[in-house]
């Protein structure tokens, strides 16, 4: 996550620099320096500014789990945490899910593919352009 997004979604919940320093348990000081972009966002915080960001998508919807909408199979479904847990509509916010046949190795690998996916599109508003974007999706591949 990047500077000016960050500071978009910040405005998008509709908080101040201090109101977000105290929702993400941070200091003001460094609210101000990501979106200066004198810091990296560190993952932690990516996380939780995503999480907040989907839980003010609105209306509420019950969305299709990851696994429909991806069409796993079972044999990939039984390895992957998003199933284990129940959570297919916060894949995206868990580490060590299949996706792609794969676990990715990091956070940042991670996002790159899930930023890409119908799953977290349809949880997370774009902010670009405040449509989500709909896009042809493989079936989960075998590993």
């Known amino acids: 996550m990047g500077k000016k997004e960050f500071s978009t ?5 509709g908080k101040t620099q201090s109101q977000m320093a105290q929702l993400l348990g941070i200091s003001l000081k460094a609210i101000q320096s990501f979106e200066q972009g004198w810091r990296n966002i560190p993952v932690h915080i990516e996380r939780q500014v995503l999480f907040l960001l989907a839980s003010k998508k609105s209306p509420p919807q019950k969305e299709k789990p990851c696994w429909v909408i991806r069409k796993c199979l079972m044999e990939i479904r039984r390895n992957c945490p998003a199933w284990e847990f129940q959570v297919g509509n916060l894949c995206w916010f868990i580490n060590g899910t299949i996706c792609q046949g794969e676990a990715q190795e990091s956070w940042q690998k991670k996002m790159k593919i899930c930023r890409q996916c119908k799953v977290f599109q ?13 896009i042809f999706l493989p079936p989960c591949l075998p590993y």
């Open 9 to 13: 979604v910040r405005q998008y919940l």
């Open 122 to 134: 349809t949880m997370v508003p774009s902010l670009k352009t405040g449509l989500r974007l709909k």
